[in-house]
């Protein structure tokens, strides 16, 4: 399904983002739908994660409490809040769809175009 994330942009440390990542067809409740993020120089690493038909949720330590993941069904949208926003956070933020659920690009086949967030210090 073809994604299209968006909502990106510069913040200072401490602030709030929310990213949107939007399907242009149904996401079916098998489906897990995931954010990623690739700093300067580094590889693409799992940021959050939610399964489309059960909600449940998963974080990468770094993010816990800090992040929150959401979907609103009818929309076929998922959501990235983002607060106390740190430097360490600045990425280009993916989002993906697959049909397993995993911390690596791979179980991922659709991918978005991402959306720049940069925090400054």
């Known amino acids: 399904v073809p994604l299209q994330a968006y909502g990106g942009g510069l913040v200072q440390a401490g602030g709030s983002l929310r990213l949107s990542c939007a399907a242009s067809?149904?996401?079916?409740?098998?489906?897990?739908v995931a954010w990623f993020r690739q700093g300067p120089g580094k590889e693409r690493e799992f940021v959050a994660a939610?399964?489309?038909?059960?909600?449940?949720?998963y974080y990468e330590e770094s993010v816990r409490g800090r992040f929150t993941i959401s979907k609103d069904g009818p929309k076929n949208t998922v959501y990235l809040q983002m607060s106390s926003l740190k430097p360490d956070d600045t990425a280009v933020y993916y989002c993906?769809?697959?049909?397993?659920?995993?911390?690596?690009?791979?179980?991922?086949?659709?991918w978005g175009q991402g959306t720049q967030v940069t925090v400054s210090s």
């Open positions: 067809g149904r996401i079916y409740s098998s489906k897990v």
């Open positions: 939610i399964r489309w038909g059960s909600g449940m949720r």
């Open positions: 993906a769809a697959g049909n397993e659920y995993g911390t690596t690009p791979n179980p991922y086949k659709d």
